[in-house]
């Protein structure tokens, strides 16, 4: 399976814009990028996935290099409450089972 | 709310003690899955179900043992297990095995004295 590399953490003021990046150059044709995020004492919650275009939902952007390699999720705006560790993981679409390996992931703290 | 619902939440139990987690989803999903989470370490997937048949054994110690009687409820049976067995346990459900959004559980977190 293809691996990610995320910065351990980041800090991002309150009301800017968080950019996390992550990097995947072992990733093939047919692997998703997906983001999670973990908020202390919860369980993950997923944000945005996708395979080569850009993407957007209510909660985040998710930006794919083109050759891609490497991959940046954008909180737009950020709040106290986005504060959480967040996992890129590349995902392959297989016949029998998909799974999501999690790694480390990027620990964000948001400051007022 | 996730529409998932773990108990218990905490769980302090001895080496020798037998016990049960217990996963529910209310949510209409096909598939369910069991993760490990510990101390400073990434989620582990453990198990996978999907229709109520396990697809996944993610070489799992046989102190481990899953049951999911029907597509809303999946089971994770505890039985001699080890103080490196303390953990969160964190049990999550899909629409699908190929869906992209897993919704997560808060979690049990346990303790092995």
């Known amino acids: 399976d293809a691996k990610t590399t995320q910065p351990p953490s980041m800090d991002c003021a309150e009301g800017r814009a968080a950019n996390l990046p992550c990097n995947h150059s072992t990733i093939s044709g047919n692997e998703y990028v997906y983001w999670y995020r973990q908020i202390h004492s919860q369980g993950p919650q997923y944000i945005i996935h996708g395979l080569k275009n850009n993407e957007t939902n209510e909660m985040a952007s998710l930006i794919i290099t083109e050759d891609r390699k490497s991959s940046t999720l954008i909180l737009p705006h950020a709040t106290l409450r986005d504060t959480a560790v967040y996992y890129c993981i590349v995902r392959l679409r297989s016949y029998n089972t998909d799974k999501l390996i999690f790694g480390t992931g990027t620990r964000l703290q948001v400051f007022p | 709310e996730t529409g998932v619902t773990q108990t218990p939440r905490h769980l302090v139990m001895g080496m020798t003690n037998k016990k049960s987690l217990k996963c529910e989803q209310h949510?209409?999903?096909?598939?369910m899955y069991w993760y490990k989470q510990s101390a400073k370490k990434p989620l582990e997937l453990m198990f996978v179900?999907?229709?109520?048949?396990?697809?996944e054994n993610n070489s799992v110690p046989s102190r481990f043992s899953p049951e999911c009687p029907n597509s809303s409820h999946l089971f994770l049976h505890l039985h001699t297990l080890q103080p490196e067995d303390s953990a969160l346990y964190l049990c999550?459900?899909?629409?699908?095995?190929?869906?992209?959004?897993?919704?997560f559980g808060p979690g049990t977190r346990l303790t092995v004295l």
């Open positions: 999550a459900s899909s629409q699908g095995v190929r869906d992209a959004e897993q919704f």
């Open positions: 949510l209409g999903h096909n598939a």
């Open positions: 179900y999907n229709f109520k048949e396990q697809t």
